[in-house]
């Protein structure tokens, strides 16, 4: 039996990855734990095998509720739950240092409480911090950390104590590290979404400084199945980069974004940049390539292609999380949040 408690499964990726992990394993029960922020949205879930989901509000900074949700014969704990937006970390910090910091070493205790077989954390290639532009520079596992945002150190120091709990208490712990994440259901905070939501509607395409950044691209599905086999043979204590060697400038997303919807390029409109925004992001994905035999199913083309499609067949989501409609059911739900 796999027997999964995922945090952070009501968000973009966590959500993707509990429709996955349903699909691929007839064996696998899900609880979901998440405490509905405003990026987190039930309706990411519409469709999915009720009979092996449950989905349980709660907030990873509060060891009662979590040991409360957490079965002893959980075979895994996935920690998807964070803050994730670089921009919103920029504004305030405090909510990505209780979450994607405190949070985590709740879990990580309650884990060894419970005797979890094996707890996989979910990282970001932005805890090593930025490259060099137009150099043949790559992250790898042992790149030394240089998180330069707030959210990159929270996700930074949330690895030391992942890394501090398999040491220390030998527990059984992998993380995985990914670039930028593109597919359905991403809130449309984030820079694709909110690009493609825009476009749909011919309103402007706001694009960082010179637009020149290079981000590392993987549709999140290609994301969400190494997670599951990183879960199930990745090596106890080890680091895996997850990317599909994808690198794009942001303008060139934009530009082709546009194309594919046939809107005209005169809807990008340049903003001023991103305090401390980081120039480029690569990874070099060789060791789970090698040690997994792990390979994206996606090229970009085809993934971009899947993407747009799904936004524009669900606007109604698009609307929905836009608004904060979506928000105010919870609110009659579960009360305030
Ligand atoms: N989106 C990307 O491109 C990307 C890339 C690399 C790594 N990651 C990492 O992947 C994970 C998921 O990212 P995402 O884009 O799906 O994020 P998201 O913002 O879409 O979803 C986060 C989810 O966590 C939940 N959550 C937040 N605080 C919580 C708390 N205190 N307790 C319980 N649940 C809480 C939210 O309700 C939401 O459902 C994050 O850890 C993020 O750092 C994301």
Request: aromatic share 10%; glycine share 8%.
């Amino acid at each position: 039996m796999r027997n999964l408690f995922v945090t952070g499964g009501a968000g973009f990726i966590g959500s993707a990855f509990i429709r996955l992990a349903l699909e691929e394993f007839s064996d696998c029960r899900i609880v979901n734990f998440d405490a509905l922020t405003y990026a987190g949205n039930l309706d990411n879930l519409s469709g999915i095998d009720e009979s092996r989901h449950r989905f349980w509000r709660g907030d990873i900074t509060d060891p009662d509720a979590v040991l409360a949700a957490l079965e002893a014969e959980t075979d895994a704990i996935i920690n998807f739950a964070a803050e994730s937006h670089v921009d919103r970390s920029i504004a305030s910090a405090h909510e990505f240092l209780r979450t994607n910091v405190l949070g985590t070493q709740v879990l990580l205790d309650a884990a060894r409480e419970r005797g979890v077989h094996r707890f996989v954390h979910i990282s970001t290639d932005e805890v090593t911090g930025s490259l060099p532009e137009d150099e043949e520079a790559f992250f790898d596992e042992s790149s030394p950390f240089a998180p330069n945002s707030p959210y990159a150190a929270s996700k930074a120091a949330a690895e030391h104590l992942v890394r501090a709990a398999h040491h220390t208490f030998g527990l059984n712990t992998v993380i995985t590290r990914c670039g930028n994440n593109y597919g359905p259901r991403q809130f449309p905070e984030k820079f694709l979404p909110l690009m493609l939501a825009n476009a749909m509607r011919d309103e402007a395409i706001p694009v960082y400084g010179d637009g020149r950044n290079v981000r590392d691209w993987i549709y999140v599905d290609d994301h969400c199945r190494a997670i599951l086999q990183v879960m199930e043979r990745g090596r106890t204590g080890e680091t895996y980069n997850i990317g599909a060697r994808n690198e794009r400038r942001n303008i060139d997303v934009a530009q082709s974004v546009l194309k594919i919807l046939g809107k005209p390029p005169s809807l990008i409109k340049f903003v001023k940049d991103r305090l401390g925004h980081d120039r480029r992001y690569a990874i070099d994905p060789t060791k789970i390539e090698t040690e997994l035999g792990w390979r994206p199913r996606e090229t970009w083309e085809s993934g971009i292609e899947k993407t747009i499609r799904w936004y524009a067949e669900n606007a109604e989501w698009v609307e929905s999380a836009r608004s904060g409609a979506y928000r105010e059911y919870y609110a009659r739900q579960y009360g305030t949040i």
